[in-house]
């Protein structure tokens, strides 16, 4: 058999292994926590775009964004014999870890002086490919301004208004209570209006909701 027909045999093999996994289930579960390569694989693969939306939301586009989704996915491998949950609670876990690495990263950044070195109008801009134009410049603008505030406060209202999930998911990813949420959000929300006042399109969008 040649090296090609055996790359090939295991590539197939792979595929087919990951294919078993159709649903995340009690069975899918077992075989993540026995370290079966086709769970871990089926677990990438769904869960991976997600990841790395929340990671651009706190970050903003980063060349350390492929790095820290796999830092995040071997984080859940080597933790998911901790994981106590079921088959659909694995999104809201995996969200955890990721809010948890990039506030890791953003503090080793600012240890380093990194972040506090850059001006707001040298951010870049995120992708906002179905975005309005109004609403890619609100966004745009307040990603710039997103560095300025507390980590914590950051990833709530990068959570919030830019991957746009629900208060109680935000509380859940960030393993903190609900109220603490809100009042992170409420802190975060004031900085940034303040900072915004100029903006009229970004001060709008701000107050657009927060239920």
């Known amino acids: 058999m040649t090296a090609h027909a055996r790359r090939s045999g295991v590539a197939t093999g792979t595929l087919l292994s990951t294919a078993r996994f159709l649903e995340e289930d009690e069975a899918f579960l077992h075989a993540l926590r026995s370290g079966h ?7 990438f693969e769904r869960h991976a775009d997600h990841v790395e939306r929340v990671l651009v939301r706190v970050l903003g586009v980063d060349a350390e964004i492929p790095d820290l989704v796999q830092e995040v996915f071997l984080r859940a491998l080597r933790g998911i014999g901790d994981f106590r949950g ?19 990263c953003i503090r080793r950044r600012r240890a380093r002086w990194w972040l506090r070195s850059i001006a707001p109008e040298e951010l870049p801009e995120p992708q906002a490919d179905d975005a309005s134009p109004e609403l890619a410049h609100a966004a745009a603008g307040a990603l710039r301004l997103l560095h300025r505030l507390p980590v914590d406060e950051r990833i709530a209202f990068s959570l919030r208004y830019l991957e746009e999930m629900e208060l109680r998911e935000i509380a859940e990813a960030c393993d903190t209570s609900l109220a603490t949420i809100k009042r992170r959000l409420a802190r975060a929300q004031g900085r940034i209006q303040r900072l915004a006042a100029r903006d009229a399109t970004l001060s709008s969008w701000l107050q657009g909701g927060d239920g």
Do not use: M
């Not at 390569?37 to 677990?43: C, I, P, Q, S, V």
């Not at 995996?94 to 990039?102: D, G, K, L």
């Open 37 to 43: 390569r086709g769970a871990a694989a089926a677990f």
């Open 86 to 104: 079921g088959p659909d609670k694995l999104r809201g876990w995996t969200t955890r870890i990721a809010v948890f690495t990039a506030r890791g």
